[in-house]
């Protein structure tokens, strides 16, 4: 992979912000505007329900289907995006609050990687230090 320009880089940390911004309004089609036609969200490193990649527009709908028909409230916080190279890695706390009432947050740290100046994966890691090596450091 090319080294991206700062540019580039900067273009990319938009696309998270955006990508962020239309999850948290729950916009899907703001958000697969986000992500190439092959975009995959892996979630297999999660610790609760549906550990899987969903592949594609249609799977990624299906999994953000899943997780908004459970909460009344699901949101993602970013708590700094972080550049490096052809990813953005993303230490965040999502807050949610179930259909019952009962309000949950869980800490993660999310890796987009671009290609084509287009989000193609986003990965759940359980540490930040996980996602850093994964984005090569």
Known sequence: MTAPSAAQIEA???LVRR???AFNA???D???EQADETFEYDWSRSLGLYAEVYRGPEGFRRFVDEQWSMFDDFRVEAHELIPRGNYV?????VYARGRDGVPVSANSTHLYTFEGGRIVRITLFQEREEALRAAGE
Do not use: G, S, Y
């Open 12 to 14: 990319n940390l938009e």
């Open 19 to 21: 990508m962020i911004d």
């Open 26 to 28: 729950r916009d899907l």
């Open 30 to 32: 703001a958000m697969l």
């Open 89 to 93: 890695v993303v230490p965040c706390t």
